[in-house]
């Protein structure tokens, strides 16, 4: 299992106490991440110990969950996703009854929702449109705006929808963090069931979230140990909470248990010629060097400044074609962008463009990705294929249904393994006779619930999260981006188990990951980085996470980089956007790409 390993990352797998992992771009940080894991998993020494990886995406929750799968690791006692839906899973929803506000049950708000509701009260309280109100609290509940206003925003929002049952990731990570000061046996509960807390990427981690892990780590007094990977050039999301704690601090956190501070060093990734590009962008003076066995080669780094943006999708699409002629695989290629917003007008001319070519587009899924509502996590099972390859993360994701159910339901049986594969010859056997996806999932749902002899519309909490998860589905059907996609359940299922085209993601959605060819377009003063980090801040702020985003986006490709900063964007003031100012003052030696001429 540990073959090919250097010193360090040897190292990293074999320390047995707490350990925090400083990783540069490429150090082989996912590996170490899962073979660690897989070591871990198989030293638990109780059936009910389990282990949770808590990433920042749910798309690094899954290929976490696909490289233990492939490892050939039982993955059983293993729980993955982010923080929001493990403070969800095992804190709010088990315990959430002991806060009055949570009593009457409630409902995640879904994006469009908030979208629509942040935007009436900016409204409300005179906040301009290019700026948006923070709804984090601190520990003592306050929020953290610096205008008052901004704070009565977020005070008025948040009781807008607790009055109608509705909860944000804000208040899940709040509402976590006081159930847990209040009810220490939630701790102590949590600490005996889980003895291992993985945290990838965590230099992204919020204040409240250190604290709510800290807590249950605390409280298992030693015999529950934490485990945290990063890269602090990486913290891009400074501006959602994001907070690079100190061993130090950390270690404060979990009740003054000693951490251990770890490197993975050398870059198994990408040419030097692409580490000295991004090494512009670094905040420390890190030497790093490439351990690739095509290190030398010169690959394709371009910079163009001048194209209209009328004229990306063509240009784009000629990369595409020509890097695929190459015999780049699809899935190897990237197209990355600030914004959905860019995106997803750029995904369907692509996809126009380029019929035969396959695109994996996780945000612009009409299906809502709301993984933590249970109705998407039963349409999940049934829209994945059925293959050889699937048993395993279906049988995960079988047991995950059953468990919910059990809570909701005692007279439900103790989820077995049996019982999974029970479940799972009923998701085999659906057989709907309808093309329309909603009608689809609706009958598909009601077959399943018939033939387990459990009435769901006995349960509030299933029957709000069925209206959520179907409004989310209409609205997103509705929505400018999605009005020409298809309507067919088959439709459906092919962009669910669509994995190996090209990446379409924003720059923050790829995180970790790597590809051969990385295009990235969109690269505008005001965009990257955001003018929220540039109107009434200091110039050290911009500059700051300008060098971060221009890092991990340039630090995603092995070998071909191309950048834009395409001309034609206007301001809210019809002023022009203007090229990122740290990219646009480097010295490098750029190659030329012919210039695009329209027909």
């Given at each position: 299992m540990y073959i090919n390993l250097n010193p360090f990352q040897q190292a990293v797998i074999d320390e047995e106490g707490n350990t925090l992992v400083i990783a540069c771009p490429g150090s082989g940080k996912t590996r170490v991440l899962t073979m660690k894991i897989a070591k871990e998993l198989e030293n638990l020494k109780k059936r009910t110990n389990r282990i949770a990886a808590l990433t920042f995406t749910n798309r690094a929750a899954d290929e976490i969950d696909k490289r233990i799968h492939e490892m050939g690791i039982d993955s059983s006692k293993l729980w993955t996703g982010t923080i929001h839906s493990f403070c969800l899973q095992w804190i709010i929803k088990p315990y959430g009854g002991y806060l009055p506000e949570l009593q009457k049950g409630f409902s995640i708000l879904d994006e469009f929702k908030a979208q629509d509701l942040k935007s009436r009260f900016k409204n409300d309280f005179a906040i301009p449109r290019y700026e948006d109100f923070i709804t984090r609290r601190d520990r003592q509940g306050n929020y953290i705006n610096a205008e008052r206003n901004f704070n009565e925003a977020a005070e008025t929002y948040h009781k807008y929808i607790l009055e109608n049952k509705l909860i944000d990731f804000d208040l899940i990570l709040y509402f976590s963090y006081l159930l847990l000061g209040k009810y220490p046996k939630i701790a102590n509960n949590l600490s005996r069931i889980f003895k291992y807390f993985f945290i990838d990427e965590f230099q992204d981690t919020q204040d409240l979230q250190y604290a709510i892990v800290g807590k249950i780590v605390w409280a298992a007094e030693g015999q529950c140990k934490i485990f945290l990977v990063g890269d602090p050039d990486q913290a891009i999301f400074k501006s959602l909470g994001g907070v690079v704690k100190s061993s130090t601090e950390i270690s404060q956190e979990i009740g003054g248990y000693s951490i251990k501070k770890l490197g993975l060093n050398g870059n198994y990734r990408s040419t030097q010629r692409i580490i000295n590009l991004y090494s512009n962008f670094q905040s420390t003076d890190l030497s790093i060097e490439s351990l690739t066995n095509y290190c030398d080669e010169d690959g394709v780094i371009s910079f163009d400044r001048t194209i209209h943006k009328e004229n990306l999708v063509e240009k784009i699409t000629e990369i595409i074609q020509e890097q695929i002629s190459d015999g780049v695989p699809p899935n190897e290629i990237c197209v990355l962008a600030p914004q959905w917003s860019f995106l997803t007008s750029m995904a369907r001319k692509l996809k126009s463009h380029?019929?035969?070519?396959?695109?994996?587009?996780p945000g612009l899924t009409i299906l809502p990705r709301d993984r933590d509502n249970f109705w998407f996590k039963l349409a999940r099972i049934i829209l994945i294929n059925q293959e050889p390859n699937k048993y395993l993360i279906r049988m995960k994701w079988a047991k995950e249904i059953l468990e919910e159910l059990v809570m909701l339901n005692s007279t439900i049986i103790h989820v077995e393994i049996e019982s999974c594969r029970k479940f799972l010859k009923i998701i085999n056997s659906i057989n709907i006779p309808k093309e329309d996806a909603v009608e689809y999932l609706e009958e598909a749902f009601k077959y399943i619930f018939e033939k387990i002899g459990f009435d769901y519309s006995s349960s509030d909490l299933l029957i709000e999260q069925w209206k959520s998860f179907f409004n989310g589905l209409s609205r997103r059907y509705e929505h400018i981006d999605f009005?020409?996609?298809?309507?067919d359940i088959n439709y459906m299922k092919k962009?669910?188990?669509?994995?190996?085209?090209?990446?379409?993601?924003?720059?923050?959605?790829?995180?970790?990951?790597?590809?051969?060819t990385v295009i990235a377009f969109g690269l505008l003063r005001g965009y990257v980085p955001h003018w929220s980090q540039i109107i009434n801040r200091p110039t050290s702020n911009e500059i700051e996470e300008s060098n971060k985003l221009l890092y991990v986006i340039c630090?995603?490709?092995?070998?071909?980089?191309?950048?834009?900063?395409?001309?034609?964007?206007?301001?809210?003031?019809?002023?022009?956007?203007?090229?990122?100012?740290?990219l646009n003052r480097i010295v490098f030696e750029f190659n030329s790409l012919a210039p695009y001429r329209s027909e």
């Amino acid at each position: 299992m540990y073959i090919n390993l250097n010193p360090f990352q040897q190292a990293v797998i074999d320390e047995e106490g707490n350990t925090l992992v400083i990783a540069c771009p490429g150090s082989g940080k996912t590996r170490v991440l899962t073979m660690k894991i897989a070591k871990e998993l198989e030293n638990l020494k109780k059936r009910t110990n389990r282990i949770a990886a808590l990433t920042f995406t749910n798309r690094a929750a899954d290929e976490i969950d696909k490289r233990i799968h492939e490892m050939g690791i039982d993955s059983s006692k293993l729980w993955t996703g982010t923080i929001h839906s493990f403070c969800l899973q095992w804190i709010i929803k088990p315990y959430g009854g002991y806060l009055p506000e949570l009593q009457k049950g409630f409902s995640i708000l879904d994006e469009f929702k908030a979208q629509d509701l942040k935007s009436r009260f900016k409204n409300d309280f005179a906040i301009p449109r290019y700026e948006d109100f923070i709804t984090r609290r601190d520990r003592q509940g306050n929020y953290i705006n610096a205008e008052r206003n901004f704070n009565e925003a977020a005070e008025t929002y948040h009781k807008y929808i607790l009055e109608n049952k509705l909860i944000d990731f804000d208040l899940i990570l709040y509402f976590s963090y006081l159930l847990l000061g209040k009810y220490p046996k939630i701790a102590n509960n949590l600490s005996r069931i889980f003895k291992y807390f993985f945290i990838d990427e965590f230099q992204d981690t919020q204040d409240l979230q250190y604290a709510i892990v800290g807590k249950i780590v605390w409280a298992a007094e030693g015999q529950c140990k934490i485990f945290l990977v990063g890269d602090p050039d990486q913290a891009i999301f400074k501006s959602l909470g994001g907070v690079v704690k100190s061993s130090t601090e950390i270690s404060q956190e979990i009740g003054g248990y000693s951490i251990k501070k770890l490197g993975l060093n050398g870059n198994y990734r990408s040419t030097q010629r692409i580490i000295n590009l991004y090494s512009n962008f670094q905040s420390t003076d890190l030497s790093i060097e490439s351990l690739t066995n095509y290190c030398d080669e010169d690959g394709v780094i371009s910079f163009d400044r001048t194209i209209h943006k009328e004229n990306l999708v063509e240009k784009i699409t000629e990369i595409i074609q020509e890097q695929i002629s190459d015999g780049v695989p699809p899935n190897e290629i990237c197209v990355l962008a600030p914004q959905w917003s860019f995106l997803t007008s750029m995904a369907r001319k692509l996809k126009s463009h380029l019929p035969d070519v396959a695109f994996d587009a996780p945000g612009l899924t009409i299906l809502p990705r709301d993984r933590d509502n249970f109705w998407f996590k039963l349409a999940r099972i049934i829209l994945i294929n059925q293959e050889p390859n699937k048993y395993l993360i279906r049988m995960k994701w079988a047991k995950e249904i059953l468990e919910e159910l059990v809570m909701l339901n005692s007279t439900i049986i103790h989820v077995e393994i049996e019982s999974c594969r029970k479940f799972l010859k009923i998701i085999n056997s659906i057989n709907i006779p309808k093309e329309d996806a909603v009608e689809y999932l609706e009958e598909a749902f009601k077959y399943i619930f018939e033939k387990i002899g459990f009435d769901y519309s006995s349960s509030d909490l299933l029957i709000e999260q069925w209206k959520s998860f179907f409004n989310g589905l209409s609205r997103r059907y509705e929505h400018i981006d999605f009005s020409d996609i298809p309507k067919d359940i088959n439709y459906m299922k092919k962009m669910f188990n669509t994995k190996k085209g090209v990446v379409i993601n924003t720059c923050q959605g790829v995180k970790g990951e790597e590809f051969h060819t990385v295009i990235a377009f969109g690269l505008l003063r005001g965009y990257v980085p955001h003018w929220s980090q540039i109107i009434n801040r200091p110039t050290s702020n911009e500059i700051e996470e300008s060098n971060k985003l221009l890092y991990v986006i340039c630090s995603r490709a092995k070998k071909n980089l191309f950048l834009f900063s395409e001309s034609g964007r206007l301001t809210q003031s019809k002023q022009p956007y203007q090229v990122n100012n740290q990219l646009n003052r480097i010295v490098f030696e750029f190659n030329s790409l012919a210039p695009y001429r329209s027909e």
